[in-house]
């Protein structure tokens, strides 16, 4: 039960079976940021400051959202009930479209433990990718289209508000559009590594550099 966002956070921040991942993930983040700030004087800006604050938070959204999905029952109740495959089965009542309802139904559903971990998986790297600011050119396509999934999947489902996949589909394009990985993420890092060595014309550099 949410109490208030104060406590919401600390226990979102101690009450995890992975909180040493994600503490892990915040420490990395800030030392990026520090060696950014120190290196680059350009992205001391309020600016740069303020997309790294909304793609961090943004991070941590995804990050959670992956804490009720946790493997093998791809769930966080200790009887094996909800979590992820009550979600998704709720997209065969509440897809806007029959197309996406018959492939849950009848693709989806029967090979769920495939699905499940690809499902986990993804969400992860987002968050983690979002948090760090590395490749989040790459993840940010990726939430993006976890996001229409979500958005077209459910829209039918009682008590869900589509526009919240809308927003969050937004939200997911901006950061893909503005590069939001060069604001004090770990992109900026690999951005001026491959200036500084002349490497970008290699086929791994340009695709490096596509992803950052």
């Known amino acids: 039960m949410r ?66 999905k946790l493997p093998p029952t791809y769930t966080d109740r200790p009887d094996g009930t909800g979590g992820l495959h009550d979600w998704v089965s709720k997209m ?46 790459l993840f940010s396509l990726l939430g993006a289209a976890m996001a229409i999934n979500l958005w077209l999947g459910l829209y039918r489902t009682p008590y869900e508000w589509p526009w919240t996949y809308v927003f969050l589909t937004a939200a997911q394009l901006l950061f893909f559009i503005l590069d939001a990985g060069r604001s004090l993420g770990g992109d900026a890092l690999i951005a001026r590594r491959l200036e500084r060595t002349h490497a970008r014309y290699g086929l791994g550099s340009r695709i490096l550099a596509l992803i950052t």
Not at 47 to 54: G, I, N, P, T, V
């Open 3 to 68: 109490v208030n966002p104060i406590i919401d956070a600390i226990r979102f921040l101690t009450d995890s079976p992975l909180f040493y991942v994600f503490d892990l993930l915040v420490i990395a983040s800030l030392v990026i940021v520090a060696i950014n700030l120190q290196r680059d004087p350009a992205q001391r800006s309020i600016k740069d400051l303020s997309m790294f604050a909304l793609r961090f938070v943004m991070g941590c959204m995804w990050w959670q959202q992956s804490l009720w």
């Open 92 to 137: 065969v009542d509440g897809a806007a479209f029959q197309i996406q309802s018959d492939f849950v139904q009848y693709f989806v559903l029967p090979h769920f433990q495939v699905f499940a971990p690809m499902v986990y998986a993804i969400e992860v790297l987002i968050g983690a990718s979002l948090i760090t600011g590395t490749a989040v050119r």
